[in-house]
Nanobody, 126 residues
């Protein structure tokens, strides 16, 4: 099971760090994606990190502001979000593919992921 945490209410320009923790299994060898869903919109890919952290991807809308990282020893993946904008307001989810070592063909495709956390709300006020 994945659990996302760290969301909250922040003013524009502020920062938050989201965490994605796993319980019941090890995140080792799993690629992890962060997604978000705003009201009335489809879930969209925000960022992706490979199992060893050697490869990262970001949506154009967050490049230069968000940083994904992982600490496999702590069984946790992080999303550092800086310079937050009101458009970043959404529920943020972390997700993993069904199989260890599976690399999504399209990292931002929600159908490539099997395990999903419950989501954490991020609200950015203007």
């Amino acid at each position: 099971q994945l659990q996302a945490s760290g969301g909250g209410l922040v003013q524009a320009g502020g920062s938050l760090r989201l965490s994605c923790a796993a319980s019941g299994f090890s995140l080792d060898y799993y690629t992890i994606g962060w997604f978000r869903q705003a009201p009335g919109k489809e879930r969209e890919g925000v960022s992706f990190i490979s199992s060893r952290g050697s490869s990262e991807n970001y949506a154009d809308s967050v490049k230069g502001r968000f940083t994904i990282s992982r600490d496999n020893a702590k069984n946790t993946v992080y999303l550092q979000m800086n310079s937050l904008k009101p458009d970043d307001t959404a529920v943020y989810y972390c997700a993993a593919p069904a199989e260890r070592s599976c690399i999504p063909h399209v990292w931002a495709d929600v159908d490539e992921y099997h395990y999903w956390g419950q989501g954490t709300q991020v609200t950015v006020s203007s």
